[in-house]
C-alpha cells in the first residue's frame, strides 16, 4: 500500500501539495508516483523565477523504463527549486514527501487550490 | 502471455511482471538500480526461460548448418560456444545467437525469445532436403537460468558444479537425477555462467541458487537490469542494434563474420556493404542523466536528421547516459537527441561504455 498523508492535497496526477507560509505551496510527486517510476534517473524542473500555469507541462521524471511528465498544479512563480533533487533524484524515491520536494511555489490564485484533491479522494485515485 | 515454469517464484518475490516477446517476465524485484548494482558487485540470477533451446543433432551437423551462420562454425571444438549471427541474403539479421558444440553430431543454439519461431522455420526449410537430421526444439522446456557477477563461479561450485570455468566452454552437469547443461557464457559483462535445465527440476535448483547465493549477497534480477548492464558493455540487442534491417556490418560485429568462410547467407550483400557502408552504429554518451529512447531521432550538430538511437539508456555504474545510434557514415559528431524545450547533447566514445577501470 502507498503511503498517503493526510495533511496534504493532492492532484489526480500523483503530485502533492503542502500549504505552507506567507501563501506558497511545496510540491513534489506521490508515494504511488515514485514506487510506479521504479528508480528515479533523471529529474527536470524549473528554475526559481519561472511563471507556472495550472495543468501545463513544467518537467520530467524518467526512470529506466518510464518517462513521465510533471504538471503545475497551481499557477504561480517558483520561488525555490530543489536543485540537490536534480543532482541526485533518489530523494524522490527514499523520501517523497520530505527530501523529494521538487519546487516551491507562490500561489496567484488562491481559488485553485480548492480545485486539489484531499488525501481521501487521492486514495481512490492511487489504487 | 506465456509464462516461464519459475513465474509464481517471480510473482512471491515480488516482481514487477511485464510482457515480453508474448512472456509475462519479471522487468524488477527489488529495483533495477540495486540489481544492476548487485550483478556488477556481487552476484545475481536472471530467469531467461523465454529463450529458445534448440539442438540438431545428424551426421557432422556443423559442416551442413555452416551456410546458415556469419561466423565459421566447422572448426569449433567440442565443449565450445561461439557468438554469431544468421543473416537474410539481403544482409539483414535474422537472429544473433549462442551456439553450443556437443560432438560432431550434436548442436544446441540459444535463440531470442522473439525471434525462435522465425528461426527454427527457417533452420527447418534449410535442413529440408536432410533426411538424417532431427531438429528438436526444447522451448518450454527447459528453463535457462543466467548466473552473473564476481562470486558467481564460487556460488556454482558450493552448488556442485564439476566444471572448471574457461569463458566460453560449456558441459553437461548430471544434477538430481537429470541432465543439465551449463555453459560459461553471459550478456552482463560480468563473469558467470548460464545454466540449461530440465522444468522439472528449475524450481528446486532456483531454490538452492538463492539459498547458497545468500552469502554472497545475491539477488534475482529482472529485465530491466539485464538491460542495463547489456547496455553498458555495448552489447547488440536484437530489435535495436541488429534486426530484418539491420546488418552486422552496420552493427560493428565484423569479428562475427568469418570473412574466408566459403559462401553463408548473406555473404555477397554484407561484403558488398563493407566496401561502401551507408550507415554505421556508434556509442555515444552525454553529460546528463537524461536516457534516449530507441527510435528517438538523432540530429548532427547542423541540425540535419542523420540517424536514431537504437538503445540509450541512464547506466547505473557510471552515473550518465549512454546510447548507441545508427546514423548515416556521411555524419558527423557531436550529435543531439532534440526533447521538447531541450537538446540532448551526445559525444562519441568506444564500447564498451563500461570496463572494470571505469566504474564511478
Redesign the interface.
Known amino acids: 500500500m502507498s503511503e498517503i498523508k493526510s495533511d496534504l492535497l493532492y492532484t489526480k496526477e500523483h503530485e502533492w501539495v503542502r500549504k505552507a507560509a506567507g501563501g506558497t505551496v511545496v510540491i513534489g510527486i506521490t508515494d504511488f508516483a515514485q514506487s510506479s517510476l521504479g528508480d528515479v534517473t533523471f529529474l527536470d524542473i524549473p528554475d526559481a523565477g519561472k511563471e507556472l500555469r495550472a495543468g501545463e507541462i513544467f518537467g520530467t521524471v524518467e526512470s529506466v523504463k518510464s518517462v513521465s511528465d510533471l504538471y503545475a498544479p497551481v499557477s504561480g512563480k517558483v520561488v525555490k527549486s530543489n536543485r540537490a533533487l536534480v543532482d541526485d533524484p533518489a530523494g524522490i524515491n527514499q523520501d517523497p514527501y520530505g527530501d523529494g520536494w521538487m519546487l516551491e511555489i507562490q500561489v496567484s490564485n488562491s481559488a485553485e487550490l480548492e480545485k486539489l484533491l484531499s488525501a481521501g479522494q487521492y486514495e481512490s485515485v492511487a489504487e | 502471455m506465456k509464462q516461464t515454469c519459475l513465474h509464481s517464484q517471480h510473482v512471491s518475490l515480488g516482481a ?1 511482471i511485464v510482457d515480453f516477446a508474448g512472456y509475462a517476465m519479471p ?2 524485484y527489488a ?4 540489481e544492476h548494482q548487485t550483478v556488477r558487485e556481487r552476484v545475481g540470477v536472471f530467469d531467461v526461460s523465454h529463450m529458445g533451446w534448440l539442438s540438431l543433432r545428424g551426421p557432422k551437423i556443423a559442416e551442413l548448418i555452416n551456410p546458415l551462420f556469419t561466423k565459421d562454425v566447422a572448426p569449433l571444438k567440442n565443449g565450445r560456444a561461439l557468438y554469431t549471427l544468421m543473416c537474410n541474403k539481403e544482409g539483414g539479421t535474422i537472429d544473433d545467437l549462442i551456439l553450443y558444440k556437443e560432438s560432431d553430431e550434436l548442436i544446441h543454439m540459444v535463440l531470442n525469445a522473439s525471434n525462435k519461431d522465425k528461426d527454427l522455420e527457417h533452420i527447418t526449410r534449410y535442413l529440408a532436403a536432410e533426411t538424417g537430421v532431427q531438429i528438436t526444439p526444447s522451448f518450454d522446456k527447459v528453463a535457462i537460468l543466467a548466473i552473473q557477477g564476481p562470486r558467481a563461479l564460487e556460488l556454482l561450485k558450493d552448488l556442485g558444479c564439476p566444471l572448471e570455468y574457461q569463458f566460453m566452454n560449456f558441459g553437461r552437469w548430471d544434477v538430481l537425477g537429470k541432465s543439465t547443461y551449463l555453459a560459461f557464457t553471459g550478456y552482463t559483462g560480468e563473469v558467470g555462467a548460464e545454466w540449461i535445465i530440465p522444468v522439472e527440476i528449475a524450481g528446486e535448483l532456483w531454490a538452492q541458487i538463492l539459498k547458497a547465493g545468500a552469502k554472497y549477497g545475491i539477488a534475482p534480477c529482472g529485465l ?1 537490469a539485464r ?2 548492464l547489456r547496455t553498458e558493455m555495448g552489447y547488440s540487442l536484437y530489435g535495436h542494434e541488429l534486426t530484418e534491417d539491420i546488418s552486422p556490418v552496420t552493427a560493428g560485429l565484423n569479428w562475427a563474420i568469418s570473412w574466408d568462410k566459403a559462401d553463408f547467407v548473406g555473404k555477397a550483400a554484407l561484403l558488398y556493404e563493407k566496401t561502401a557502408p551507408t550507415r554505421k552504429l556508434i556509442s555515444l554518451k552525454a553529460d ?4 534516449a ?1 530507441p527510435g528517438a531521432k538523432v540530429h548532427d550538430s547542423s541540425g540535419h536528421e542523420c540517424g536514431f538511437i537504437a538503445s540509450g ?2 547506466s547505473p555504474s557510471l552515473g550518465y ?1 549512454i546510447a548507441m545510434a545508427v546514423v548515416s557514415t556521411s555524419s558527423d559528431g557531436p550529435y543531439y537527441v532534440p ?2 524545450e ?1 537538446k540532448l547533447l551526445f559525444e562519441i566514445t568506444k564500447r564498451p561504455f563500461y570496463t572494470k577501470a571505469s566504474k564511478s
Open positions: 514487477r522487468v524488477q529495483g533495477v538500480m540495486t530491466a538491460d542495463t546528463s542523466k537524461r536516457a529512447r539508456t541512464f547516459s526533447f521538447r531541450d
